[in-house]
């Protein structure tokens, strides 16, 4: 196969010299010079060898133009022609004994663009990136487009191909992708990852499994990332494994009950009181033991399975809140993360109406618990009418890790934000940095004049606690306070809590301005 198209390429350059002008120009010459040398006879050879010469390079010039044809507007192959000379040259690097690379290169931060910018300029910017990425790698090399914002790069083999030219390629086209985009005449920033393999490293004899490992080398990029690259080894293939094996797994402990919520309290800033708990999901895996969201949060999003994870949060959380309510315990109101999955369900009120109901919960005992990104974004009719339609029912709205996603007022007041959570890389150490105490102080003016609650996340020392308090912050949360706790922990840490605040004086409150 590989055969056949380096006799193309010969073809190909052939009838690019015969049919150019520079050609015609010497067909008198020739024709004087083989009369010159061999006479008569070898005039007519000339003569009659001339038009079929011109006749081959005619139909080279047709297959080399059908093969050029199959390359789509922005220069990239169908992903099938791509697929076919990927196979090749997986073949002829293997028999050849020269090296080869599969390279993926992936947007980052793509879905949020979209999300800013729309479908529109996400065509925009897909085209430009294609061509930033055609402009790096060699005429001889082959790139498709895998996804919107990812392209498939297949290197020619090559005597001199290594680990180290892949990596300064790779860099090469970093450098080429974060150069400002153009988009309806303002620049915009971007950065990509990437991950290859090199034929070298993939012993099995089929080409899907190059391709599979530069997906899992981009892969690991990405978890990396942004703006990094890593080349397929043993050791990235070990990891994977372990992510697959984990992912099945974690689709069973759905099912089986180990995944459910520890409980993070909330207390009054004015009076000590506990006014909350914050159900944060947890694995407790029978080996590994307790595994956190960062570990799992990946696969669920992966195999779509933020919703059942959701209704499994929420059926334990209620279930939490059924129980203290019947040990007499008072906890006026428990917060439930949502996605941005679970808020796309069209559903989705109903069946918490259903699950309130099943519980004997009123609405207000929720609070919804929504990231910032998701605000700042433009969310899509469904999201924005089951915030507000959770809102009109009577459930809190908690507007989570405020600060991180540049979400406006408009915003706040148009999703009926009820709660703040101010996030905790501002809370952090502001009791020993004044412009972090600025920062505090700013987000907590802008609410009271919104008439809106605030929390402090994150909150770990007594200081902190003090100076949040003292700012007019309403509630507090974090290790200083207390850590995420099994259920069955949560009835004591309440009694010793409540014995400690009984015998600890009020901390007082700025006054003025």
């Known amino acids: 196969m590989w055969k056949h198209k380096k006799l193309d390429r010969v073809l190909e350059a052939v009838s690019q010299g015969l049919s150019g002008p520079a050609a015609l120009a010497f067909v008198?010459?020739?024709?004087?010079?083989?009369?010159?040398?061999?006479?008569?006879?070898?005039?007519?050879?000339?003569?009659?060898?001339?038009?079929l010469?011109?006749?081959?390079?005619a139909s080279v010039d047709a297959r080399t133009g059908l093969r050029r044809s199959r390359r789509n507007p922005s220069g990239l192959m169908p992903i099938d022609s791509f697929a076919a000379e990927l196979e090749g040259i997986f073949d002829t690097s293997a028999a050849s004994g020269t090296e080869?690379?599969?390279?993926?290169?992936?947007?980052?931060?793509?879905?949020?663009?979209?999300?800013?910018?729309?479908?529109?300029?996400?065509?925009?910017?897909?085209?430009?990136?294609?061509q930033r990425v055609l402009s790096v790698i060699r005429t001889q090399d082959i790139s498709t487009r895998l996804e919107q914002n990812k392209i498939a790069i297949g290197l020619h083999p090559s005597q001199h191909l290594d680990l180290e030219a892949c990596i300064q390629t790779a860099g090469r086209i970093q450098a080429a992708v974060e150069d400002p985009f153009s988009l309806n005449n303002t620049g915009v920033y971007m950065s990509?990852?990437?991950?290859?393999?090199?034929?070298?490293s993939v012993p099995?004899?089929?080409?899907?499994?190059?391709?599979?490992?530069?997906?899992?080398?981009?892969?690991?990029?990405q978890r990396n990332g942004p703006s990094t690259i890593r080349a397929f080894s043993s050791e990235t293939r070990r990891r994977a494994q372990v992510r697959a094996n984990l992912r099945r797994e974690f689709e069973a402990a759905l099912d089986n009950g180990e995944i459910r919520p520890w409980f993070q309290p909330q207390i009054s800033t004015d009076t000590g009181r506990v006014t909350g708990f914050e159900a944060l999901a947890r694995w407790e895996h029978p080996q590994k033991g307790v595994l956190g969201p960062q570990v799992f949060l990946p696969f669920a999003e992966q195999a779509e399975l933020m919703e059942k994870l959701g209704q499994a949060m929420r059926h334990h959380a209620f279930a939490a809140m059924r129980n203290w309510d019947r040990a007499g315990v008072d906890i006026p109101r428990i917060g439930v993360n949502f996605s941005s999955d679970e808020l796309r369900d069209p559903s989705l009120i109903d069946r918490l109406k259903w699950e309130l109901d099943q519980n004997d919960l009123t609405p207000d005992r929720l609070a919804v618990e929504v990231l910032e990104t998701v605000f700042s974004r433009r969310p899509d009719d469904v999201i924005t009418r089951n915030v507000t339609g959770m809102a009109k029912l009577g459930c809190g709205i908690d507007l989570d890790d405020f600060g991180t996603g540049h979400a406006s007022i408009a915003a706040i007041k148009r999703f009926d934000v009820t709660r703040i959570k101010i996030d905790r890389s501002f809370v952090a150490k502001a009791d020993r940095d004044a412009s972090q105490q600025q920062l505090v102080s700013a987000i907590l003016t802008m609410a009271e004049r919104l008439n809106i609650e605030t929390l402090a996340e994150g909150v770990e020392t007594q200081g902190e606690h003090a100076l949040m308090a003292q700012l007019g912050c309403n509630h507090v949360q974090g290790f200083g306070i207390g850590k995420p706790m099994p259920f069955e922990k949560t009835l004591d840490w309440i009694t010793a809590h409540r014995n400690k605040v009984s015998g600890v004086p009020k901390i007082g409150r700025q006054t003025g301005s």
Do not use: K
């Open 28 to 51: 008198p010459a020739i024709s004087l010079a083989s009369f010159w040398l061999g006479g008569e006879r070898a005039l007519v050879v000339v003569a009659l060898g001339l038009p």
């Open 53 to 57: 010469a011109y006749m081959v390079a």
């Open 100 to 130: 080869s690379a599969c390279i993926l290169v992936a947007l980052d931060e793509f879905s949020e663009f979209l999300d800013l910018h729309g479908n529109a300029a996400g065509d925009q910017l897909a085209d430009q990136f294609a």
């Open 192 to 200: 990509c990852s990437i991950g290859f393999s090199l034929r070298s």
């Open 204 to 221: 099995e004899t089929r080409y899907e499994d190059w391709i599979d490992a530069a997906a899992a080398a981009l892969g690991e990029a």
